[in-house]
């Protein structure tokens, strides 16, 4: 009997997700706008490319994470690979940054990605890499 106590406590537990409120939902949406925003600003003037599944560690200058979803690795003024991991990536918090491990001098799809609060101290997550898209500017 006490085996079914811990189920039949999780099972009432479970039930009690609700739907987002209003104010959820439109914050939700705030952030999805600001995103965009941000991302359109990070690629004005950019040409997007075929996408390519490897960038060389060494030509990476920095990176930034917009919303959950998009990773632009900037190279040059004239070159960023945007890269949307699957399932996102939490990494947009403040204290948060991107943690790598490779066994070469590539950044590649399928690489895992840790997120890492600095500030807590601990990781919050991890991002699966997908391919990368360069997007140049022309001249």
């Known amino acids: 009997m006490r085996v079914l106590i811990p189920f039949a406590a999780l ?7 609700g739907t987002p409120s209003p104010s959820e939902e439109a914050a939700a949406a705030r952030r999805a706008a600001r995103a965009e ?5 990070a690629l004005k003037g950019k040409t997007a490319g075929k996408p390519v599944s490897c960038v060389n560690l060494r030509d990476i200058r920095s990176t930034k994470t917009i919303g959950d979803r998009t990773l632009i690795y900037e190279v040059s003024a004239r070159l960023a ?3 949307d991991p699957a399932g996102g990536c939490p990494a ?14 590539q950044l590649c799809r399928g690489d895992i ?3 890492v609060d600095l ?3 601990f ?14 500017r022309s001249r």
């Open 37 to 41: 925003t941000e991302l359109a600003d």
């Open 11 to 17: 099972a009432a537990l479970s039930g009690c997700t």
């Open 113 to 115: 990605v840790r997120v």
């Open 81 to 83: 690979y945007r890269n």
């Open 92 to 105: 947009s918090a403040a204290g948060r940054t991107l943690i790598t491990r490779t066994p070469s001098t």
């Open 119 to 121: 500030t807590a101290g």
């Open 123 to 136: 990781d919050v997550g991890t991002c699966l890499l997908g391919d990368f898209t360069p997007y140049t």
